[in-house]
């Protein structure tokens, strides 16, 4: 094998998944990103060695989220706001199966409302929020964490949309951000869970309405999720994850006691 599929090989392969709705609606958001959020995303990934990202939208063919892509996929980043609703759920159970598998999940912004985030986090995910312009500051709570690597003590985005607490989530198991805005408000703006094998970053920044994806620190937060969301262990097999007995034990055992099973393994009642 040559050295350049070696590299290949290595690389994070990472699928940046936009409903891709609003660049093609809205004069300003499309003057913002003229190839979509997915389009900026991919690019400045694409730059990094450590990455191979392509893209995929809501109107391809099953989303673009087919099987096989998300079986090349180590991490996927996702990116809804007005067609939460289109995402069949047969995807969505593609995509939690393959989360629960272990792959990475970041969702971005008003993907807290998609139909996997809330399926993966069991709340409402509702928020309080403003559009307004106001500045925001992302501080970092957790500065040994992965994903503040490279950060000061907080990113300034001069124009953002707010996001205010309650913010209906499970307790984060690491809070790596937390957002303050210029209204007033805070918000838990980085947070981390697992489920299953696989990791989950939410990430609040990216209203469309402003260039925040092309925020150095932005995209930088984004490398560093992507890196810290990428499988690292042993992906779980489903089959050797079902359901099933384990006749013969390692060490040598006295069975004691009445059984509810017969020698099949079915249920005796
Ligand atoms: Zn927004």
Redesign the pocket.
């Given at each position: 094998m040559n050295q350049s599929n070696t590299q290949a090989m290595n690389k994070i392969r990472v699928t940046i998944w936009n409903e891709f709705v609003h660049e093609r609606t809205n004069p300003v958001v499309k003057n913002i990103y003229p190839e979509g959020i997915h389009g900026v995303i991919a690019k400045v990934l694409n730059q990094q060695d450590e990455f191979q990202a392509r893209t995929a939208t809501l109107e391809e063919p099953e989303h673009g989220l087919t099987a096989e892509i998300c079986e090349k996929t180590d991490v996927l980043t996702w990116w809804g706001?007005a067609a939460h609703d289109e995402v069949s759920d047969a995807i969505v159970d593609r995509v939690q199966a393959r989360v629960l598998q272990g792959m990475g999940l970041v969702v971005l912004?008003?993907g807290h409302y998609s139909k996997i985030f809330k399926r993966l986090m069991g709340t409402t995910c509702l928020l309080r929020?403003r559009?307004a312009g106001e500045r925001e500051r992302v501080w970092v709570a957790n500065p040994g964490h992965p994903i503040a690597e490279g950060l000061d003590r907080c990113i300034e985005i001069p124009n953002s949309?707010m996001y205010g607490e309650p913010f209906d989530i499970p307790a984060p198991e690491e809070q790596v951000f937390i957002s303050w805005f210029e209204g007033g408000e805070v918000f838990r703006s980085g947070c981390c869970w697992r489920r299953g094998n696989g990791k989950i970053f939410y990430f609040g920044p990216?209203?469309?309405?402003y260039p925040i994806y092309h925020h150095p620190l932005v995209q930088r937060v984004m490398g560093n999720a992507i890196r810290w969301a990428r499988p690292q262990g042993v992906w779980l097999n489903p089959a050797a994850a079902a359901h099933a007995p384990i006749e013969q034990a390692r060490e040598r055992i006295t069975s004691k006691g009445p059984q509810l099973h017969d020698a099949t393994g079915s249920l005796q009642v």
């Open positions: 706001h912004h008003s929020w559009e949309e990216g209203h469309e309405l």
